[in-house]
């Protein structure tokens, strides 16, 4: 009985010891990775004060305004060095011609809409670049603006969309949908007028590709308060060749050529 008696309590004595030693792994665990925490922080709130950018990657949106159109931007980043980023981005724009401008016109119903007179496409493109961004000048303060330098070229996949309008017969009163120089080259028996426009979902199934080369050169001012987030104004030129004109316009020159000047805003994150 002594013994089995002894043998109970020295079980009681070795778990309470395992259970003290695990009490103690696991508080030295929380002490270690509270540690860990704060000399993170202190390594970032110390590359905040000397205006540092050393992170891995970098994901950024931006919102884009052009001299002929606007669109959408994703791009991805590789830290290199503190000094050097390898770019990735895809954009979405729509492009136009700088000739174009609306009007209004009116249906049999009085209702007015607007319209570009003698357009005859609409050009979205999706674009795949690779660049790299160099550090001009860093924040040197948390309140300061770290400048860039970038540059980057890649493709560009042209999608041409016939810019149709709705049309009212003059003499049936028939309505239908034509690009302008199809309304321009009717027979004047049975001409047609046009009432507005088509919409954006008209013409998808007569899409025309056209693809092309892009290239750009910017300068992107990194204003965000933290280092690890990213809010930034960049500013650049782009040029696009296309392998063929772009009709744009009806009787208007046509260009494989693009040059024009962008501003967009940026936001994201470095990690």
């Not at 905040?48 to 052009?66: P, T, V």
């Not at 954009?91 to 570009?116: A, R």
């Not at 550090?135 to 970038?150: E, F, M, Q, R, T």
């Amino acid at each position: 009985m002594s013994k089995l008696f002894l043998t109970f309590i020295a079980v009681i004595v070795a778990f309470q010891l395992f259970a003290q030693q695990s009490a103690d792994s696991a508080y030295q665990r929380s002490i270690n990775k509270r540690n860990a925490k704060r000399e993170k922080m202190n390594n970032l709130l110390k590359m905040e004060e000397e205006g540092d950018l050393i992170f891995n990657k970098h994901n950024i949106f931006g919102i884009r305004l052009a001299t002929d159109g606007y669109g959408i931007n994703f791009e991805k980043g590789y830290f290199k060095t503190p000094y050097r980023t390898l770019l990735f981005s895809a954009e979405l724009n729509e492009k136009h011609d700088p000739k174009e401008h609306h009007i209004s016109v009116s249906d049999q119903q009085g209702d007015v809409s607007s319209l570009v007179p003698y357009k005859l496409y609409n050009l979205y493109e999706f674009k795949l670049a690779v660049g790299q961004e160099h550090l001009i000048g860093g924040k040197g303060n948390k309140n300061g603006v770290a400048v860039h330098g970038l540059y980057s070229g890649g493709f560009t996949v042209g999608m041409l969309k016939p810019y149709l309008y709705n049309v009212r017969n003059i003499q049936t009163g028939a309505t239908g949908q034509m690009r302008y120089d199809q309304i321009l080259n009717q027979d004047s028996t049975n001409a047609s007028l046009p009432t507005g426009t088509a919409g954006f979902f008209a013409g998808w199934g007569q899409l025309k590709i056209k693809p092309a080369v892009n290239a750009k050169q910017a300068l992107r001012f990194d204003y965000g308060r933290l280092n690890q987030t990213v809010t930034a104004i960049e500013a650049g030129l782009t040029e696009e060749y296309f392998f063929g004109k772009i009709p744009f316009m009806y009787l208007v020159q046509q260009h494989s050529f693009f040059f024009s000047a962008y501003v967009q805003i940026m936001f994201g994150s470095r990690k």
